[in-house]
């Protein structure tokens, strides 16, 4: 197993890289290892379990490059520096490619759901969250505007029939009767925040990653559109090895490891 931590890049040389364009080692050879970008957790993990058990059968060979951030896996992969990503759920990658105009990258299967959940170490109830306090959540556009639905079906706020993912904060909300603070913050910063405010609003991976438990409030997966899934480049979008890994990423084997290990919350299969 080949599994590499990418760091965040300087600007220049990312600059470098785009002006390269080009592709992947695989993307000239069939007989090259897939490059793939993931968060650590769970996505990684997933990945990992694939290239132990899996993938070797269906003849596939990954090269596993894991990111801590949101915005690097999408520009390594628009690139040429991946063969696919799995980090990000379609109104992400929408709303990625929305503001970073002439993005391609192509949806190729949903694999699993992080359901949004609101954590708290003083209150077990969205009814015990007093007048006033801070509640933190996402600050990209897609999850801010999830959060913000979570919040609303928890009955803490009442949304704009207008907001939708990009709507920030303030022109969002229609209605805030307990005054709440909401505060917008670096998805990775979130689960910090559980210890100083009323209540955060936690990205699934980063939950699972700081260990936190017993969610005050969960989005409900029924009908989610935001299960993460596998995302190519249109150069890779008709190789037969991305398919091939999108089946391996769906497998029965693949859900069993999820509902294992993630004990059907946090981390649950795309059905």
């Known amino acids: 197993m080949r599994v590499r931590l990418v760091a965040l890049v300087a600007g220049a040389a990312l600059a470098l890289t785009a002006c390269g364009g080009g592709g992947t080692e695989a993307a000239e050879d069939p007989n090259a290892p897939l490059k793939v970008g993931v968060s650590p957790t769970p996505h990684g993990e997933i990945l990992e379990y694939v290239d132990d058990n899996l993938a070797q059968q269906a003849g596939i060979d990954l090269e596993i490059e894991q990111f801590n951030d949101y915005i690097r896996p999408n520009e390594a992969l628009q ?7 799995y980090f990000q759920h379609q ?3 929408e709303n990625y490619q929305a503001q970073h105009g002439g993005t391609e990258l192509v949806w190729v299967e949903p694999v699993h759901l992080e359901p949004l959940a609101m954590y708290s170490k003083d209150h077990d109830t969205p009814e015990q969250i007093p007048n006033g306090s801070v509640i933190t959540l996402p600050n990209d556009p897609a999850n801010q505007f999830r959060a913000l639905k979570l919040l609303e ?3 803490l706020i009442t ?3 207008e907001a939708a993912v990009g709507t920030r904060l303030a022109e969002a909300v229609a209605d805030n009767p307990r005054q ?3 505060k917008d913050l670096s998805p990775d910063q979130l689960p ?6 009323a209540a955060a609003v936690v990205n699934g991976n980063y939950a699972v990653k700081a260990g936190l438990q017993d969610p005050v409030f969960v989005e409900s997966a029924e009908g989610s559109p935001y299960a993460n899934g596998l995302v190519t480049s249109p150069r890779m979008a008709d190789d037969p090895r991305i398919a091939k890994l999108a089946e391996l990423l769906r497998s029965p084997e ?3 490891f999820i509902d294992q290990e993630y004990g059907g919350v946090a981390v649950v299969p795309a059905r």
């Open 79 to 85: 690139h040429g520096e991946l063969d696919a990503n």
């Open 91 to 93: 109104p992400y990658l």
């Open 153 to 155: 079906n928890a009955g």
């Open 159 to 161: 949304l704009k029939p």
């Open 180 to 182: 709440l603070q909401l």
């Open 192 to 197: 910090r925040t559980v210890e100083d405010s």
């Open 254 to 256: 693949v859900e069993q």
